[in-house]
């Protein structure tokens, strides 16, 4: 059974830092695109940032210096460090696993609010 399971969502003030963790099981963790994705009220679900089987990132422009993807292998896990959030980081947040085929988790909620 695939499961994405999120955590580390928060109430944070802006200029704070968060992380996220998404740990998997169920499927070959290292041959897999691991993703990060957000929604937020009213909005389309859009990417965040990925890194590839091979360690390779890319980042939304808006993140871009501020946030930065990571993964543990051994560990089936993928992290996001969010630094110097904005209140338009808020948004669901959540894991993508993508490569013959994809997965999701049931996202974690990031509120940056003072």
């Known amino acids: 059974q695939v499961q994405l399971v999120e955590s580390g969502g928060d109430l944070v003030q802006p200029g704070g830092s968060l992380r996220l963790s998404c740990v998997a099981s169920?499927?070959?963790?290292?041959?897999?695109?691991m993703g990060w994705y957000r929604q937020a009220p009213g909005k389309q679900r859009e990417l965040v940032a990925a890194?590839?089987?091979?360690?390779?990132?890319n980042y939304a422009d808006s993140v871009k210096g501020r946030f930065t993807i990571s993964r543990d292998n051994a560990k089936n896990t993928v992290y996001l460090q969010m630094n110097s959030l904005e209140p338009e980081d808020t948004a669901v947040y959540y894991c993508?696993?993508?490569?013959?085929?994809?997965?999701w988790g049931q996202g974690t909620q990031v509120t940056v609010s003072s």
């Open positions: 993508n696993a993508r490569w013959s085929v994809a997965y």
């Open positions: 169920g499927f070959t963790f290292r041959l897999y695109t």
């Open positions: 890194i590839s089987s091979g360690g390779i990132t």
